[in-house]
């Protein structure tokens, strides 16, 4: 997962990720060093390199932590922070086996580092080495440690808590246009490696603590071992082994606990960023300095100290001069940030209105599918936002796959104007459905046959209006015995969602869609589109003829084939719903196969009396194409009555089929029969691909 990092900080890390060919052998070399020197013995030597190694890689944490921006930009710490914590007790392994082996030889025994800083740090008296050493573990356990332990704890307890409310206004961001989907995917990558790297966090603290506790333990054994050793095995007086080794000991401690009180501040400092943007010298002295009040009030305290008796006059007095002078030259600079920012915007009058109408077309712009819910299942769907999400992403390519083009992105938004468990799903702005969902329900579809023996409210299943059954969660099991399929409040919403936009692709597919296919095609067939765009059709026109087929569930997905209908008819036909009418039957194949169940086309044929009805009402002109329905309304009305008859009669025994009628009267036909039933396909005679075998389940009539 890549990270957005700031230019400054970017133009840095290549210099430490660049390097030689192998430089990920040259790292797994170094990671099996450090497991290597837990068991073998080092010369005084390699300890002094690896004793520098650790200071030096201590020193550049702390300098990344200090520069960077945010915290994500140093997402690799808590590796580091493992890898530094690793390395130091190796090396106090090695120092300990140096210590006890080689101690009686003298203060160099276990190398140059621990026997500069047993002369430097303690003055040459191990009494004041152990105080020291005491202390720099009390800061480092107490203090530092258990601060950032805590600040990593309480911030990934609220990073993950705020995930879904961050998902959500991502998603409600790119459905309103604010954001592309480039940018909904560079957030939702953030929010994810946000997400990791606090919880990483968390656990990495506690390395700093077992690596404080670890140090005592290692330098009380290496001086209770060690006095033993030098007086059993070297003949050493308990005087000369106490002082021989209680000072390589301590040294040793404070070489392993310098460096880590070192990344310990390196994690504080890491984690105590929180929200806070730009390196640490700007967030702090930038916060500290804004106030000149603050600092005058500061300064005129510190000059009361000054002139109290007893205490030196020379610092204070410094320190309050120091703080009347920022106090002095910090109103300045804000006047001139304020008019070098007014200038600016007075400068560019115009941007700022573009922005301004920019961002009111955005106000304006209506999400072409929203779903709107009501308060408590806004509350209650909230906890399961990552199931909702994956679950319309996967109905989204599926509607891909199905229909040859990508519906627009889904919005999910509350609207306390509805009850509490109500939804609606829009489209366009426009409510094209509505229904009601319990929570802590699930619903038992029944259609017409017998009710489960358990109690519940009778319903209409929202998506198909069958008669169900709403009953507790908790008697599923039962309804389940007794042959019943429950189904869950989410599974309800998002079978709704699925039918209307079903029923309302031709709305939702855009000219912006109609362009994407098109450049999408392959070469050859682009030059295609290029020869009929514009001199024998518009590119309006081309996705007028693609709304038409999906209007009645036609997929768009093999556009090559349409294309080619379409440069077929398009120089003898200039109507729309002809040219939809030619491309229908070139589609044959894929629209029986789109129906066709267990190998057969079941059809339901219109009767010879509806077929000389429909025959008769289409009105022609001299060329001998249609230009009217004119049908009696009451022969309208019969016809409704007993196609509605058949079906249903179909339909409750479950068959899966399609109507046929002639191909003149098939967009009367249809327009009369998706009134009744939207999901019963209307065919013609010549859309019935040849080799298809048909089953005549009867006629209307």
């Known amino acids: 997962m890549s990270l957005q990092l700031t230019s400054q900080a970017a133009s840095r890390i290549p210099l430490l990720g660049s390097g030689s060919r192998g430089q990920d052998i040259g790292f797994a070399i170094g990671i099996v060093f450090i497991l290597t020197v837990l068991f073998l013995p080092l010369p005084p030597a390699i300890i002094d390199a690896g004793l520098a190694l650790s200071f030096s890689l201590s020193i550049l944490v702390l300098m ?59 003055s040459g008296d191990f009494v004041i080495g152990a105080i020291v050493f005491v202390i720099l573990i009390t800061v480092n356990f107490v203090v530092i440690t258990k601060g950032a332990t805590r600040i990593a704890e309480v911030g990934a307890r609220f990073t993950l808590d705020s995930i879904p409310g961050k998902q959500m206004a991502i998603d409600a961001d790119l459905s309103a246009g604010i954001i592309d989907e480039k940018e909904a995917m560079r957030r939702r990558r953030e929010l994810e490696e946000e997400s990791a790297f606090f919880g990483a966090m968390d656990g990495a603290s506690k390395f700093v603590r077992g690596d404080a506790i670890a140090g005592l333990i290692i330098t009380g054994v290496n001086v209770g071992g060690g006095i033993i050793i030098g007086v059993v095995r070297h003949g050493l007086t308990i ?54 009040r603050a600092l005058a009030v500061a300064a005129v305290v510190v000059a009361v100290l000054a002139l109290a008796p007893g205490l030196p006059f020379a610092p204070f007095a410094f320190l309050s001069g120091l703080l009347i002078a920022v106090a002095i030259i910090t109103p300045r600079r804000q006047a001139e940030a304020a008019a070098v920012a007014e200038a600016q915007e007075k400068a560019d009058p115009k941007q700022a209105e573009g922005e301004a109408v920019s961002t009111s077309k955005v106000s304006l712009r209506a999400p072409e599918i929203e779903i709107a819910l009501g308060k408590h299942i806004s509350g209650a769907l909230l906890s399961t936002y990552n199931e909702l999400s994956q679950r319309v992403a996967k109905m989204r390519r599926k509607f891909a796959r199905d229909f040859g083009f990508v519906i627009p992105e889904i919005k999910v938004s509350n609207d306390f104007n509805l009850g509490p468990k109500e939804y609606q799903i829009r489209v366009h702005g426009t409510s094209a459905a509505s229904g009601e969902l319990r929570i802590g329900d699930a619903l038992v579809i029944i259609g017409d046959g017998p009710r489960p023996s358990v109690p519940g409210d009778e319903t209409r299943e929202p998506a198909f209006g069958m008669r169900a059954l709403w009953i507790p969660e908790a008697l599923a099991g039962t309804v389940e015995r007794e042959g019943f399929t429950p189904i869950d409040p989410l599974t309800v919403l998002l079978t709704h969602l699925r039918e209307v936009i079903r029923g309302n692709l031709a709305q939702l597919l855009s000219y ?15 030059r295609l589109v290029d020869e009929l765009v514009p001199s024998q059709i518009s590119y309006s026109g081309l996705q007028t003829v693609l709304k038409l087929l999906l209007a009645e569930r036609v997929s768009i997905r093999n556009l090559h084939l349409i294309l080619e209908a379409i440069a077929e008819a398009v120089p003898h036909v ?101 009134r009744i039933f939207p999901n019963i396909a209307v065919l013609s005679h010549l859309e019935i691909s040849r080799g298809v075998q048909v089953e005549l389940l009867g006629t209307i009539s």
């Open 64 to 122: 990344v932590a200090l520069w960077i921006d945010k915290p994500l930009e140093f997402s690799s710490f808590p590796t580091v922070l493992l890898i530094t914590t690793m390395l130091r007790l190796a090396l106090n392994i090695a120092t300990t086996r140096a210590i006890l082996s080689n101690g009686a030889e003298g203060i160099t025994a276990a190398g140059h580092v621990i026997a500069g800083f047993a002369s430097f740090v303690m």
């Open 239 to 292: 005087g000369e082994a106490v002082n021989v080794f209680t000072k390589l000991s301590v040294g040793d401690g404070l070489v392993s606990q310098i460096p880590a009180l070192i990344v310990s501040l390196a994690a504080g400092l890491l984690v105590s960023k929180g929200g806070t943007r730009g390196s640490a010298e700007k967030a702090v002295l930038g916060q500290l300095g804004q106030y000149p």
């Open 512 to 526: 912006r869609d109609v362009r994407a296919l098109i450049d999408g095609l392959e070469p050859d067939y682009r």
């Open 574 to 674: 200039r109507r729309t719903e002809q040219l939809a009418e030619h491309v229908r039957v070139r589609l044959a194949a894929q629209i029986c196969g789109d129906h066709i169940e267990n190998g057969v086309l079941k059809v339901l044929r219109l009767g010879n009396r509806w077929d000389l009805a429909f025959h008769q009402a289409l009105k022609r002109d001299a060329k001998g194409d249609v230009i009217e329905f004119n049908i009696e309304p009451r022969l309208l009305e019969e016809f409704g009555q007993e196609a509605a008859k058949a079906i249903r009669e179909r339909l409750d025994k479950g068959d899966h089929f399609v109507i046929v009628a002639a191909p003149d009267a098939r967009p009367y036909v249809r327009m009369v029969i998706e």
